[in-house]
């Protein structure tokens, strides 16, 4: 099966996790998040909202056997690779590269944990508080953090409603946020 996806028909299914990894950053790159709901607009806030989509991606395809699991973790390569390039871009030498991507991988599979535990006991406070903690740790009270909470609760619902087929041939559709 991985030859089927990544052997003759590598330019098709590069093109579908292409797609796919398109469509994850659209949604985190929403302009509500950051306007309305006061996710910081800087690099690790932007960290955080993709972030936060890839978990919800990784979650909607977890235990998923086949090419669903190859394509999760494609996408997952491809999200950290994202990172390292985003790292070099914002002038970090190559001495420093290795360390922070362990830093932002430790952060990202720590808050996926926190995440996932949430949204498994369908808690929406502790959703909340740990949005809050990850996304706005400086802010104090960060009400918006229940709006977050509320959206990402909304989504795992969306995604688990989506086809595994239509998914893996790269289409994944993340609503709007709603906002008052």
Known sequence: MFQRLFGRERHANRAITEALYAQIV????????????NVPDTPL???EM???HMFLFQHRLRGEGGVAGEVAQVLIDEFFMDVEHSLRELGVG????????KKLAKMFYGRTAAYDDALERNDHDALSI???RNVRPDAG???????????VADVSRRLAEQPTESIVSGTVAFPVPKTI
């Open 141 to 151: 009270a960060w009400p918006q953090a229940t709006d977050l909470a509320g959206y």
């Open 45 to 47: 806030g932007r960290f």
């Open 26 to 37: 659209a949604a985190a790159r929403q302009t509500v998040f950051y306007s309305d709901w």
């Open 50 to 52: 993709l972030s936060l």
């Open 94 to 101: 190559d001495v420093g590269v290795p360390k922070r991507m």
């Open 130 to 132: 740990a949005l809050a």
